[in-house]
T-cell receptor, first 112, second 114 residues
Framework: RKEVEQDPGPFNVPEGATVAFNCTYSNSASQSFFWYRQDCRKEPKLLMSVYSSGNEDGRFTAQLNRASQYISLLIRDSKLSDSATYLCVVGLLNNAGNMLTFGGGTRLMVKP | DGGITQSPKYLFRKEGQNVTLSCEQNLNHDAMYWYRQDPGQGLRLIYYSQIVNDFQKGDIAEGYSVSREKKESFPLTVTSAQKNPTAFYLC?????????????FGPGTRLTVT
């Protein structure tokens, strides 16, 4: 079983749609959670950190369910520019430092 | 402008040659990391360094070496012992924000070995 699992997609949605991505993680000791966005052939960019209380940044809402080890990202009113791969990332802080584990990504394609 | 730079953007080498990828950051971050990404796959950790003059192996360190002589710099050498070196190499650095550590990435180096 992968440590961080995501549906690879692609999710094809029309402009203006609401789309949700889910992610599950296997290590219950994980302490930090993130969504990164990666455009084709570019580096990942931090979209948002995810907190237990849930957090919102404009059209993006992230939720964390520690009991189910499940993270979600909701994008409202999709724009063409939202087309990218979204990476679910889970962090663990230990003696070795801050270690991140990356999911394989979910590809989103927003169509006109 | 603060950020992470990697050079070169594209690199081509013949099999059997060692090659060094550059990573520099002016964010004053203590921790730096090297990952590789293969098509359709997640990032995998090669090496990381929490402080100057110290570094640790990640999940796939075989065939790679690093140094951390300065806080700003964390170069990665891909040696001829690395069996499948063609990949997208990403350097990252890390700082503590609010309730957690966040990693920020450089633009990457795409290495092709033939």
């Amino acid at each position: 079983r992968k440590e961080v699992e995501q549906d690879p997609g692609p999710f094809n949605v029309p402009e203006g749609a609401t789309v949700a991505f889910n992610c599950t993680y296997s290590n219950s000791a994980s302490q930090s959670f993130f969504w990164y966005r990666q455009d084709c052939r570019k580096e990942p960019k931090l979209l948002m950190s995810v907190y237990s209380s849930g957090n919102e940044d404009g059209r993006f809402t992230a939720q964390l369910n520690r009991a189910s080890q499940y993270i979600s990202l909701l994008i409202r009113d999709s724009k063409l520019s939202d087309s990218a791969t979204y990476l679910c990332v889970v962090g663990l802080l230990n003696n070795a430092g801050n270690m991140l584990t990356f999911g394989g990504g979910t590809r989103l394609m927003v169509k006109p | 402008d603060g950020g992470i730079t990697q050079s070169p953007k594209y690199l081509f080498r013949k099999e059997g040659q060692n090659v060094t990828l550059s990573c520099e950051q002016n964010l004053n971050h203590d921790a730096m990391y090297w990952y590789r990404q293969d098509p359709g796959q997640g990032l995998r950790l090669i090496y990381y360094s929490q402080i100057v003059n110290d570094f640790q192996k990640g999940d796939i360190a075989e065939g790679y070496s690093v140094s951390r002589e300065k806080k700003e710099s964390f170069p990665l050498t891909v040696t001829s012992a690395q069996k499948n070196p063609t990949a997208f190499y990403l350097c990252a650095s890390s700082t503590y924000r609010d309730r957690g550590y966040e990693q920020y990435f450089g633009p990457g180096t795409r290495l092709t070995v033939t």
